[in-house]
């Protein structure tokens, strides 16, 4: 019996699946999380985080399940999701890539060559990253709802790898991707291996659920992402449901891309705050879940703007069965944690699956 | 006679009323210029611009106008636009915002509450920025092809009013924009008025077109668009006609607001790379132009993915006589300059109007 089977009756694994449930019933409430719940807008996260980078973080066990659990206590979130980074399977086969206190992910020697391939060896997770199994093994023993596994899409990955370091114009990249397909092509198909490796890992060790982020897939049109982006990320995809737990996957500014990104594999769409549901789901389909989408910086306004944009969110849903309630982006680390309490209250007394 | 009507017949202002021409005449060929066509991309801008502040250098009419003229000497553009930046009618009447190098525009005392709307006194064009229309009459007298004027909308204005310098976020915006909507709708209308007189005296010197550049609107779903910023970018968009050019509208990672853009009044609407020039028509709707779109950022790619794209562009406009080829944002400044004229000779031999 894997962890998804445990949670099976979740309202957020039936959302994630789409699956109607009698009205009433606890399983036909909106289910609701939060991308960065855990993290700087705790003061409980701020407290035991101590000054260390995130990595070194990420690397305690004991320290990473704890974090993973604070916004599951104080927010009685219908999930959690793993305290981790994107960085952290090619960091952990030694590619040289470090995340700068706020920058983010910086790489030492940026990818620029067929050579560079070699940097890039097989991940094996029992070895390589053994404390985020570890970690994962405690939060399944602790947590009441599932746990969401996690990985960084080969696009998004291989943009720091190759810009070195955040990036507006991605210029360097799309010159690669263009200047040399072949390269491209290999580099994203062992970035989906690592990818792939991490995530199985994950969902062996008691992982639920697993989101694919593709952040910054947003940068690319819809034709440049199918070519040369969509089947590295269709590969990820399918291994995760092949390991039996649902797909989630999510970027920002993807518009245009949504109906890939759901071509792609998912089961569940990360819509921003850009899209309105109803228009997301036009071009998702109807079969599938979507995921999303108060914007993050409505949560710094007053209460009552909070209020009726999530209730915005709500209705344009429609009662439709596949929908996990979420931000439309990372929580902002000046947001207060109390609006977020009540943002779930209100989302669990009147988001209602009504088909 | 305006300037306007002056250059009726040029490719570009027939393409901006999206107007027919004679098949093989010269006014049936795709008119092409480049945001960013003006800069740091060309040696020839290096070699005269100096190490002063960008607002130094706008505040130079000689300067100016040659800053100008580089491209159109050297690409052979069908328009030139006017060497300025948005913060220039804010920073002239003194509102206390400079262009720091590398970051963007920087506000001393960020607009926070009622009593700054003080700060934001009407502007007297002729007083306040007399260098920007000796700058418009030096290139009227110079150009062969129509000049665009421009001025930043009031919600992008704003936002780095209120923010204090370049966000991610804009998340002190929201905050004010829903905690505070009257004092977000009075700021908004000074700005509007703002954008309007600096727009005027610009078509007044000359200015045969005006860009009204909303980049960062993109950050905003499309019901809080049009509630909090549609009114207000309609105002200025208007007065543009009124004056008798077209007014052009863009901003950045606006998929989701192409429909409300052109409804506010723009008489072309700018469409970012991320967009294919077929979907924003069905957006925008059949009696518009459409600005747009190749990603800038292609441009540093090899030759032939470069002309790939650039002929993708052209495809899915089909022929539509409202087209102005640009890229989707601006010309980065790492971008070999002989990439553009190859565009631009591209464009010009194949880009064909067949309705």
Not at 4 to 30: I, N, Q, Y
Not at 82 to 96: E, H, M, N
Not at 226 to 253: N, T, Y
Request: proline share 8%; charged share 20%; glycine share 8%.
């Amino acid at each position: 019996m894997t962890a998804a089977d445990h949670h099976a009756d979740s309202p957020f694994l039936r959302a994630c699946r789409a699956e109607t449930a009698p009205a009433g019933s606890p399983a036909a409430r909106v289910p609701v999380w939060f991308m960065r719940q855990a993290g700087r807008s705790l003061p409980e996260y701020r407290a035991v985080r101590g000054s260390g980078s995130i990595l070194e973080a990420i690397r305690d066990p004991e320290l990473s399940a704890e974090i993973t659990l604070q916004p599951v206590r104080r927010y009685g979130v219908d999930a959690a999701i793993l305290y981790s980074d994107i960085v952290v399977p090619v960091a952990a086969i030694g590619f040289g890539v470090d995340i700068a206190p706020g920058v983010g992910p910086v790489v030492e020697v940026p990818f620029a060559h067929a050579a560079d391939l070699d940097r890039l060896r097989p991940l094996e997770p029992e070895v390589d990253t053994p404390y985020v199994l570890e970690t994962v093994r405690i939060l399944v023993d602790e947590l009441s709802v599932p746990l969401i596994g996690f990985a960084g899409a080969p696009f998004t990955v291989a943009s720091y790898l190759i810009e070195g370091r955040p990036s507006r114009t991605y210029a360097r990249t799309k010159a690669l991707m263009h200047g040399d397909p072949t390269l491209w092509h290999r580099l994203l198909e062992r970035l989906a291996d690592l990818a792939i490796s991490s995530l199985r890992s994950q969902i062996a060790a008691g992982a639920a659920a697993a989101q694919l982020f593709d952040s910054w897939a947003g940068a690319l049109s819809p034709p440049v992402y199918e070519r040369f982006v969509l089947p590295h990320s269709r590969r990820v995809l399918d291994a995760v449901r092949d390991a039996g737990v649902p797909a989630i996957h999510f970027g920002v500014g993807t518009g245009e891309l949504l109906g890939l990104l759901a071509e792609a594999g998912a089961d569940v769409v990360g819509v921003d705050w850009r899209v309105p549901l109803d228009a997301a789901r036009a071009r998702v389909g109807d079969h599938k879940a979507l995921q999303g989408n108060l914007d993050p910086a409505i949560c710094l306004a007053p209460w009552d703007a909070v209020a009726e944009a999530t209730r915005d969110v709500l209705a344009r849903n429609a009662g439709h069965p596949g929908h996990v309630f979420n931000l439309g982006h990372g929580v902002l680390p000046e947001t207060d944690p109390t609006v977020l309490e009540r943002v779930v209250a209100l989302v669990h007394d009147e988001g209602e699956m009504r088909r």
